[in-house]
């Protein structure tokens, strides 16, 4: 297997997929998302059209696909930013459909945005204080008992503190996130997400606009995420990202899902390789990390 | 008229009564635009229920006055989960239509023929304040400095205001300083974001509006207890415009802004007022009747906004860089 040759191949999530058949709306062994029949369209236009699909808890599991293909649409309905036509899906073993979007946050589910939504009139730090669940302060009249708080706030600052230097930010905790560049803004966003300390993290494209150096260590800590037990959902383009760092890779082209799989088995998939891909990738020694010639394939 | 008299007459103005009771409403603009985003055009409609929820409960229904106070905060917050339970989930306009048309419906409803028993219709409701002054414990006589004097009721109602002004602040410096407040200045940079992060963005909103709208009573049942007699055609919608024009004047979304607003504003106001009747009674300005000043003052109100538009977009107390970060 191919796979086995990337760099840094992150074995244990690979190890809870062993079970899972590389067939469109596989079962998995422990799913921690299962979706039913989910359907969502504008006008004529069916943007996302999902019989089945399942999540498996623990893995870093990648959504790809051409542009307007419903990735976004999907993480939209999902997370309760859109409503769905039709479809059922539980989350944790909860029944998550119709579920409003905050609530959805507040019981482990939390996504980022592909346009980034950074809160420009707030410093960084402040961002991320934000965004810590359970706060004592954040009630009205709470609000007023500061000595209930206090205690609090200085912890969440704290678990802030430190995960603004995983994203290189700490150094500019204290400016307006208004004044961050487009790649710091996208990972201000992913570490506030992370600062709900989430069950599933749901990222719309992390990846765009960062620096490739920086891209690197994400890529590190979205494993270490994982390696501590958070389930990733991502969506990217950037097939080197994709083929280093996923588990299971599901691929939707026009709001359906047309295959899902271990990375080796999407790189040889012929009707991904049609849809998405292109030729090129098709070439057996084509697909390895690192491989400058392909970086920007399947973008057109 | 000399220039000193009318200074001191400004000065009066600025710190007296009703600039504090617009501060009053300005504090609750302030939190439901300045940090929550929220588009109230119809704070005036908070002010009216406040007032007649005072005035009413006296005349009316012969309640003693503190009861009346306390009916009138409830009136206020009703009227806000009125207007925002319905309108907070839509988009932002829709609470500004909302606001503004149910201002104007309301003083309509409380001069109406039909609402006469209640409100008084046109007459409005008068002798409801005896409790307040009566409780006065400063003694009778003049207090001030020079031009600048208040008798003994007078003083007493100041007091009472600019007390209420205190509180106001201290409460808006408590809730913004704290994860509450980060919240709703998080709602108005970007509800989804917010509400992505397990936040909901309505309740919040809601708790705004009370917030805001409760303060816009109080500034009401001030009016009441200052005029010792209300009438429904003094709640038009340009006391709201006022309002915001003060607000902005003072710096939108700042803890001093609502109070720097209204007092320079109600400065320059009688300043202006009264060095145009002291110019026309003294006939410098032959084509001027006494009787203009009211629409110059109006003007006077848009010169002051484009000065401070073009010069100074964040207000007085603003910041420029915080203001100016999403214009780029
Ligand atoms: N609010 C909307 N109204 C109408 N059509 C929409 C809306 N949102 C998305 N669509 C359509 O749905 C389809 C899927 O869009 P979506 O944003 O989910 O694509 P995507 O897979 O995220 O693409 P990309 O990789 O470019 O981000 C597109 O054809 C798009 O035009
Ligand atoms: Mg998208």
């Keep these: 297997m191919s796979s086995d040759a990337t760099p840094g191949a992150p074995a244990a999530g690979r190890d809870l997929m062993s079970g899972a058949e590389p067939a469109v709306g596989s079962g998995k062994a422990d799913p921690i ?12 236009l069916t943007a996302v059209d999902v019989d089945h699909l399942e999540v498996q808890r623990g893995t870093i599991t990648a959504l790809i696909g051409p542009n307007g293909a419903g990735k976004s649409t999907l993480f939209n309905v999902l997370t309760g930013f859109d409503r769905a036509d039709a479809g059922e899906w539980t989350f944790q073993g909860r029944k998550f459909n119709g579920l409003a979007g905050h609530k959805v946050a507040q019981r482990g589910m939390v996504r980022t945005f592909q346009l980034t939504k950074a809160l420009t009139r707030l410093t960084v730090l402040e961002n991320m204080l934000l965004a810590a669940p359970g706060q004592r302060g954040e009630r009205f009249f709470g609000a007023f008992g500061r000595w209930m708080w206090t205690g609090q706030e200085a912890a969440n600052r704290e678990r802030a503190l430190e995960l603004l230097a995983r994203f290189k930010l700490d150094a500019k905790k204290d400016d307006i996130a208004g004044s961050l560049s487009g790649g710091q803004r996208k990972l201000l966003e992913m570490a506030r997400s992370l600062m709900v300390e989430p069950a599933m993290v749901m990222l719309d494209e992390p990846m765009a606009g960062v620096n490739p150096a920086l891209v690197q260590s994400l890529l590190e800590h979205i494993t270490s995420l994982r390696d501590e037990g958070t389930t990733v959902l991502f969506v990217e383009h950037d097939m080197d990202v994709i083929m280093g760092i996923s588990d299971w890779i599901v691929v939707l082209a026009q709001g359906q899902v047309i295959a ?14 049609d849809a998405y891909l292109g030729a090129h990738h098709d070439e057996p020694d084509a697909g390895g990390a690192g491989d400058e010639g392909d970086r920007k394939e399947g973008q057109p | 008229m000399d220039i000193m008299t009318i200074l001191a007459l400004s000065l009066e103005t600025a710190i007296g009564p009703i600039a504090a009771i617009y501060v009053l409403a300005a504090i609750g603009l302030n939190m439901h635009f300045g940090y929550t985003g929220l588009l109230n055009f119809g704070q005036v409609g908070f002010m009216l229920v406040g007032a007649y929820g005072v005035a009413v409960s006296v005349t009316t229904f012969g309640l003693p006055l503190s009861v009346g106070f306390v009916i009138s905060l409830g009136c206020s917050a009703v009227l806000a989960l009125i207007l925002g339970i319905p309108t907070l989930r839509l988009r932002a306009d829709y609470l500004a239509i909302s606001t503004i048309a149910v201002a ?28 307040f002054y009566d409780a006065n414990p400063l003694p009778a006589g003049s207090y001030g400095v020079g031009d600048v004097d208040f008798n003994a009721g007078e003083l007493w109602l100041t007091l009472a205001c600019w007390g209420l ?16 407040g980060r919240v709703i200045k998080g709602i108005r940079e970007d509800e989804d974001a917010v509400r992505s992060l397990g936040k909901d963005a309505f309740t919040y909103k809601l708790q705004s509006l009370v917030f805001g709208g409760v303060f816009g009573g109080l500034a009401g049942a001030m009016i009441a207890l200052n005029q010792q007699n209300i009438h429904p055609d003094q709640f038009m919608p340009q006391v709201t415009f006022y309002l915001w024009a003060m607000l902005l004047l003072g710096g939108v979304g700042t803890l001093w802004g609502p109070v720097v607003g209204p007092v320079i504003m109600w400065f320059l106001l009688t300043l202006f007022d009264e060095t145009l009747r002291g110019m026309a009674s003294m006939d410098v300005l032959p084509f001027l009747a006494t009787s203009d ?7 006077l109100v848009g010169v002051v906004l484009m000065v401070l538009i073009v010069y100074r977009p964040q207000g007085l107390v603003g910041n420029r860089k915080e203001m100016l970060v999403n214009v780029k």
């Design chain 1, 260 to 273: 899902e799989g271990r990375p080796a088995d999407i790189r040889s998939n012929q009707q991904v390789i």
């Design chain 2, 104 to 131: 104007e419906v309301l003083r309509l409803v409380y001069r109406a023929e039909f609402a006469r028993p209640v409100t008084g219709g046109v007459y409005g409701r008068n002798s409801f304040a005896d409790a």
């Design chain 1, 33 to 44: 998302l299962r979706a039913d029949g989910v359907r969502r369209s504008f006008g004529g």
């Design chain 2, 165 to 180: 002004v205190a509180l106001g602040l201290v409460m808006t410096a408590l809730l913004m300083n704290s994860p509450w």
């Design chain 2, 293 to 299: 000043s009211g629409p110059l003052r109006h003007a």
